[in-house]
């Protein structure tokens, strides 16, 4: 999606932060999304913000919105092999979500 | 469990061909989507479905239709395959907010 922006990949070491990085256009957004998708399988919600929030914490997962900026991220504490996965954001969009071209997330030993 | 089943997780198809793509839900939602999925270009939207015989175009249409006859079944045609349709098909479904997406594992096509 052309007007949701994200860094193709992502290299991080086991056991430290992830960050994951977004920018998105429509300010009109309601919600702004976090999908995982692992080798094989569909996407799958991980997490939510509501626009008029600034900051969402869901046990390792922490999300940011700077809707100033329209910027959102998400980082992911003590990162895990299993956290190994292509991570897209999505914003809403006159109902549909429109996602980006997805993070490829690696985690290395 | 809330479950969106994708009828083929794997489809080999040649061009000229005509393809159906089939999805169900069961989690009675009214909005229904179908997404092709590339690498380095994310999930584009194809058609989308709020409701039973209603459709509307997404952002990439051309050479696509789709047939919502039951609620629970939402399916993507390909009236005559094209080797660049070649691509990982994702079909989803949502409530009526539009909160949350559920995925199909996705169908994989390949056009020869």
């Known amino acids: 999606g052309e007007d949701v922006e994200q860094s193709l990949f992502l290299s991080v070491r086991e056991g430290d932060s992830s960050v994951i990085n977004c920018t998105y256009t429509d300010s009109s957004s309601t919600y702004l999304y976090w999908y995982k998708q692992e080798p094989g399988a569909g996407l799958q919600l991980l997490t939510y913000i509501f626009s008029n929030m600034d900051m969402k914490q869901d046990q390792r997962l922490t999300v940011l919105l700077n809707k100033k900026d329209k910027h959102l991220s998400l980082r992911i504490a003590d990162t895990q092999t299993g956290d190994s996965a292509i991570y897209f954001c999505a914003e809403t969009n006159d109902y549909k979500l429109s996602f980006g071209a997805g993070t490829t997330v690696t985690v290395r030993a | 469990d809330v479950k969106v089943t994708q009828s083929s997780r794997y489809l080999v198809k040649r061009t000229g061909e005509k393809v159906f793509l089939e999805c169900v839900q069961d989690m009675d939602h009214e909005n229904m989507f179908w997404y092709r999925q590339d690498p380095g270009l994310g999930l584009r939207l194809i058609y989308f479905?709020?409701?039973?015989?209603?459709?509307e175009k997404g952002d990439i249409p051309e050479g696509y239709s789709v047939s919502r006859e039951k609620k629970e079944r939402f399916s993507l045609i390909l009236e005559s395959a094209s080797t660049n349709q070649t691509s990982m098909y994702l079909c989803?479904?949502?409530?009526?907010?539009?909160?949350?997406?559920?995925f199909g594992s996705g169908t994989q096509l390949s056009v020869l």
């Open positions: 479905s709020y409701d039973v015989k209603m459709k």
């Open positions: 989803a479904s949502a409530g009526t907010e539009n909160e949350k997406l559920f």
